[in-house]
Nanobody
Framework: QVQLVESGGGLVQAGGSLRLSCAASGRTFNTYAMGWFRQAPGKEREFVATINRSGSSTFYAESMKGRIIISRDGAKNTVYLQMNSLKPEDTAVYYC?????????????????WGQGTQVTVSS
C-alpha cells in the first residue's frame, strides 16, 4: 500500500510559479515510480510528468515541457513538481500517483495509487 498526500497548490497570477509536493508513505519509496496528472473542469485527467524509481530519468507531457520539473527526494519520501511560467489553461486539480509495475507510464491505468489532489488556479 502507498498513501499519497499532495500540497502546494493555490492561486497564482499568469507567469508565476508554484511547487507542488507529494508526500508518500507505506511501501518503500524507491520501489515505485511517481507521476503527476491534472484534471481541469469538464475535462479528462491528463498526464503531466513522471519520474522513475531512482530519480535518474524523467518524462514530460509536451503541453508543459520546458515549464515544469519533476524531482524526488528519497530522504523525505516526497516528489515535487516545479511549475513555472504558469498560464490560465494550467488551472486544474493536480494529482500525484505511484506506479509499481512499469515506467514511463502516461496513462491512468499505469498507476496503482493516487492522492486526493491539490487545486492550482492561474489568474489572467
Amino acid at each position: 500500500q502507498v498513501q499519497l498526500v499532495e500540497s502546494g497548490g493555490g492561486l497564482v497570477q499568469a507567469g508565476g510559479s508554484l511547487r507542488l509536493s507529494c508526500a508518500a508513505s507505506g511501501r518503500t519509496f524507491n520501489t515505485y515510480a511517481m507521476g503527476w496528472f491534472r484534471q481541469a473542469p469538464g475535462k479528462e485527467r491528463e498526464f503531466v510528468a513522471t519520474i522513475n524509481r531512482s530519480g535518474s530519468s524523467t518524462f514530460y507531457a509536451e503541453s508543459m515541457k520546458g515549464r515544469i520539473i519533476i524531482s524526488r527526494d528519497g530522504a523525505k519520501n516526497t516528489v515535487y513538481l516545479q511549475m513555472n511560467s504558469l498560464k490560465p489553461e494550467d488551472t486544474a486539480v493536480y494529482y500525484c500517483a505511484a506506479a509499481l509495475r512499469l515506467w514511463p507510464g502516461v496513462t491512468l491505468e499505469n498507476y496503482d495509487y493516487w492522492g486526493q489532489g491539490t487545486q492550482v488556479t492561474v489568474s489572467s
